[in-house]
C-alpha cells in the first residue's frame, strides 16, 4: 500500500499550488479519500473530503471557496487545487485514505510540504 504526494513547494502569498497523491496497492475506489495538514507545533487537520466516487466534498472553513479536491479513480489519484494562498496555509499536506466499510482500515502518505511566503 502506498500514497504518495508530490506538488508541494514555496508559493507567494495569493499563488495557486497543485498536489496530487497518487495511489497504489488497495482498491482506491473503495476508499473515501482526504486531505490534511499539519503546521509546525499545531495538531494534524482536515482540509477537504472527497467520497469514494467524488459525488460529494467537504472543506474545513478556512479554505473553503480556495481549495478544490478531486479524484480520478482510473488513475488512483487524488488532487488538491489550491488557490489564493495565504501564509497560513504554511503546512506540510498529507493525504489519507479510508476504506468506506471499515473505520480502522486507513492509510496516510508520507506528506508534502507547502510554504507560503513572499
Known amino acids: 500500500v502506498q500514497l504518495v504526494e508530490s506538488g508541494g513547494g514555496l508559493v507567494q502569498p495569493g499563488g495557486s499550488l497543485r498536489l496530487s497523491c497518487a495511489a497504489s496497492g488497495f482498491t482506491f475506489s473503495s476508499f473515501e479519500m482526504s486531505w490534511y495538514c499539519q503546521a509546525p507545533g499545531k495538531e494534524r487537520e482536515l482540509v477537504a473530503r472527497?467520497?469514494?466516487?467524488?459525488?460529494?466534498?467537504n472543506y474545513a472553513d478556512s479554505v473553503k471557496g480556495r481549495f478544490i479536491i478531486s479524484r480520478d479513480n482510473a488513475k488512483e489519484a487524488v488532487y488538491l487545487q489550491m488557490n489564493s494562498l495565504k501564509p497560513e496555509d504554511t503546512a506540510v499536506y498529507y493525504c489519507h485514505a479510508q476504506y468506506v466499510f471499515l473505520a480502522q482500515y486507513y492509510f496516510w502518505g508520507q506528506g508534502t510540504q507547502v510554504t507560503v511566503s513572499s
Open positions: 472527497i467520497t469514494s466516487n467524488g459525488g460529494r466534498t
